[in-house]
Structures are given as structure tokens and as C-alpha cells.
């Protein structure tokens, strides 16, 4: 579920299963907004679960809800050792990075992350002063 997110595994009475993911907070580091517009284009185009619905509080994204990719399966370092399967990873990871997503820009942002995080960090130590 990634870092901060909360997610659930719900069944309906006919047996279809999606995954419901509560985004966490993590206090403005992961931009939620353009995380969906990345995964809404990679569903679109089929590389990924399709989306079945967004949660929203207002006009705050709080969640979406996917599909359940039944029968598949988390590898083990069994199947990290088996170069069959290893290619196959490989090529489809070759296919996704292939792909262009209109919502990614491919400029370099490392050095806006980095600042973006050293202001969170700054404002973090400055409030902590406060406490003591």
C-alpha cells in the first residue's frame, strides 16, 4: 500500500473484489492530484488496475477504489531467481517506461523535490521549536 496509504480488500454479494485505498497524510510530500492523473492514464491505456471510482471529501481526494487483480501473485526470491520470469518482468517494465503519459512531465525535478522537501522539513523543525 505504499508508505502512508490504508487498504482494504471489499467483496460484493456476486464475488467481484476491488481494493479500497484511503490515501495517508504525508504532510504535502506525495502530490495525491497528480498521483491520480497518473494512474487514471496507466489504467486507460490498460497498464495497471482499472479505476472504479474516486473518494472524495468535499473537494479533498481522500481514496480510490481498484480493481482486484485476482490470481495474481507478490513474487518471491524464488521467482527473482528464475531468469524466465525475470525477463518477463523485464519486459514489461521496458513496455511501461516506453510509454508516454501526458501527465508526467519528463523535465528533471529533482532539485524542486529536494527544495519542496527541505521547506516541509524547515517547517516541521520550526514548529517543533514551539513545543519546547
Not at 26 to 55: H, Q, R, W, Y
Not at 62 to 67: D, H, P
Request: glycine share 12%; proline share 4%.
Amino acid at each position: 500500500g505504499g508508505m502512508s496509504n490504508f487498504m482494504f480488500l471489499a467483496r460484493g454479494p456476486e464475488g467481484r473484489a476491488a481494493v479500497v485505498r484511503y490515501f495517508g497524510d504525508m504532510g504535502g510530500l506525495v502530490d495525491t492530484e497528480a498521483e491520480m492523473k497518473i494512474f487514471m492514464e496507466l489504467s486507460n491505456k490498460g497498464l495497471g488496475p482499472k479505476l472504479l471510482g474516486v473518494i472524495k471529501d468535499g473537494d479533498k481526494l481522500m481514496g480510490r477504489v481498484e480493481e482486484f487483480l485476482d490470481g495474481w501473485i507478490t513474487f518471491t526470491p524464488a521467482h527473482y531467481r528464475d531468469p524466465e520470469q525475470l525477463c518477463k518482468v523485464a519486459r514489461t517494465v521496458a513496455h511501461w517506461h516506453q510509454t508516454k503519459i501526458d501527465s508526467v512531465s519528463t523535465a528533471p525535478r529533482i532539485f524542486e523535490d529536494l527544495g519542496n522537501l527541505a521547506n516541509l522539513v524547515e517547517g516541521q523543525s520550526d514548529r517543533s521549536k514551539e513545543r519546547w
